[in-house]
């Protein structure tokens, strides 16, 4: 039989933990928004010049970055880091892939600010909703979710401004993000301006 890869392991592990411990009113970093962020991962690498173990430690950090919300909102890269940590110790994983594994995640904090491609493309995958379709219901899950976490709220013409802020000061780090991304957020960014 087959070894498990530490991708799935890491996959399931996440999927558990969430679906097992998140709170119902996270309503957009949620399991769904993991996923994505991975699958995002995955399609930005696709168009990269990444190396496979780049790739499975890009993927194993895609899986584990929102998992400190399991225990807090603000700062919760820091205990993703520990869960992630915690769980490739578990399976014999190196001081090296730990630390890359950590530095993706790390990279993620707002302000971005990548170091390196396997950084870069996790940061615009985590970004990735900003050019989505479905940016508008993403956007509004967010509202819902710091009313509820971090006691903000917004009008809905506030929201909209911020939003139109966010997206126009926002910089995607890869060529693909560059290009194929940017073209499709920046339709967002007109649909916005609409309702602005």
């Known amino acids: 039989m087959p070894a498990i890869s530490i991708v799935k392991r890491a996959a399931a592990y996440v999927t558990s933990?969430?679906?097992e411990n998140l709170p119902a009113n996270m309503?957009?970093?949620n399991l769904g928004h993991t996923q994505r962020v991975v699958d995002a991962a995955i399609e930005i690498a696709g168009h990269s010049k990444l190396k496979k173990p780049e790739l499975t430690i890009l993927t194993i950090a895609a899986w584990f970055h929102d998992t400190g919300y399991l225990y807090h909102y603000k700062g919760h890269e820091d205990t993703s880091m520990i869960i992630a940590g915690t769980f490739l110790m578990q399976h014999h994983y190196n001081n090296d892939f730990i630390q890359q594994?950590?530095?993706?995640i790390e990279a993620t904090k707002i302000p971005q600010a990548p170091k390196n491609l396997m950084q870069q493309i996790i940061c615009d995958a985590d970004m990735r909703h900003f050019a989505s379709s479905d940016y508008f219901k993403c956007a509004q899950n967010l509202k819902q979710e710091w009313e509820m976490h971090l006691d903000k709220h917004f009008s809905d013409e506030e929201w909209r401004s911020l939003n139109l802020r966010v997206l126009q000061h926002h910089q995607y780090f890869t060529d693909y993000g560059k290009t194929v991304l940017q073209f499709e957020k920046d339709s967002n960014i007109?649909?916005?301006?609409?309702?602005?």
């Open 190 to 196: 007109v649909l916005l301006k609409k309702q602005v």
């Open 27 to 29: 309503y957009f970093h």
């Open 101 to 104: 594994v950590w530095d993706c």
């Open 17 to 19: 933990l969430m679906e």
